[in-house]
């Protein structure tokens, strides 16, 4: 595990986004954790959220030239990480994202930032049931545009419907990489290195007993 993700464990559970306890799924399982980045709600917490963003579209070796965030979630996302960019490295990469609803008036148009050309990453904060991704993937397409890949905060490493996971699948539709700043595992891997400060060995054993059951 690297160190950006260590500290972004640490600051997901400071900021109350990474919680633990007993949590009903929309899939209706219930989960001993639950990760909510809609709780990343203050600018001083969404600017540190675009520098591990950033850091992680640095670590991938994904090079964009456009990020697109799918609203409503995705537009703060690329926002914030597209500044964080070019703080890390001086790049400066463009970014989009869509309306929920055409505008009919002005410029018109469901789009709001730079035109969407070339390779384009898709940013969101996890992937479920790929729902979003797809409608993504089609606006980039109807743009003659290439999806490069998505970066999503975690990816629980969770089997979906069909016993693979929501991001295998994505990414064997796709042909595109799917890349998470956190998974399941630096979690779990966390819990361990940290068991005694956080009173961990029951929380990694739920957990460990949640994997066992849906894990990829």
């Known amino acids: 595990m690297l160190d950006y993700q260590k500290d972004f464990i640490s600051y997901a559970l400071e900021c109350g986004v990474l919680k633990f306890g007993e949590f009903q799924l929309k899939s209706g ?26 850091q992680a579209l640095i670590q991938s070796g994904i090079k964009p030239d456009i990020l697109y965030g799918p609203a409503y979630k995705g537009i703060p996302l690329v926002s914030a990480t597209s500044i964080a960019y070019a703080q890390l490295t001086g790049g400066d ?3 989009a994202f869509n309306r929920k609803e055409a505008k009919d008036h002005g410029e018109g148009g469901s789009l709001v930032g730079a035109p969407l050309q070339g390779k384009v990453l898709i940013l969101d904060d996890v992937i479920t049931a790929g729902t979003s991704v797809r409608e993504s993937v089609d606006i980039i397409k109807n743009a003659h545009a290439t999806p490069a890949g998505v970066l999503i905060a975690l990816d629980r490493q969770e089997k979906g419907q069909n016993d693979v996971s929501a991001i295998s699948e994505v990414e064997d539709r796709f042909a595109m990489p799917v890349v998470a700043i956190i998974t ?25 007993d949640y994997q066992r059951l849906y894990g990829v």
């Open 29 to 54: 399982r219930t989960s001993p954790y639950f990760f909510n980045t809609g709780l990343f709600n203050t600018g001083a917490q969404l600017g540190k959220l675009g520098q591990f963003y950033a």
């Open 93 to 95: 990469i463009p970014f």
């Open 184 to 208: 399941l595992a630096n979690i779990i891997e966390y819990l361990t290195a940290n068991a005694e400060a956080l009173n961990a060995p029951l929380l990694l054993d739920a957990i460990k």
